[in-house]
Nanobody, 121 residues
């Protein structure tokens, strides 16, 4: 079994900052890409940031320059530093990881349970 557990969501005023964290645990042989997605009510889930095992990152234009993704391969964690937050960043944020199981050898995508981020005055 593999689990992704997120933390760090909450309520913040426009212009403020939040840091999200996600820890992977369980039968993990290797973690390839880790990322953060978000879904606002009535919208599709969208990519916010992604990072490869070697540290290459990818951001959509909507968050570029404001959000920074990082990971610790030894601790199997990924974090998202969010600065200059805007009301339109309000959404449930989900951690995602592409993982090879140490039990089955299979390669699968896993999701965390989600954490709410609300940007409002």
């Amino acid at each position: 079994q593999v689990q992704l557990v997120e933390s760090g969501g909450g309520l913040v005023q426009p212009g403020g900052s939040l840091r999200l964290s996600c820890a992977a645990s369980g039968s993990i042989l290797y973690i390839n890409v880790m990322g953060w997605y978000r879904q606002a009510p009535g919208n599709q889930r969208e990519l916010v940031a992604a990072i490869t095992a070697r540290g290459s990152t990818n951001y959509p234009d909507s968050v570029k320059g404001r959000f920074t993704i990082s990971r610790d391969n030894d601790k199997k964690t990924v974090s998202l530093q969010m600065n200059s937050l805007k009301p339109e960043d309000t959404a449930v944020y989900y951690c995602n990881a592409d993982i090879i199981s140490s039990v089955t050898g299979s390669y699968s995508g896993y999701w965390g349970q989600g954490t709410q981020v609300t940007v409002s005055s």
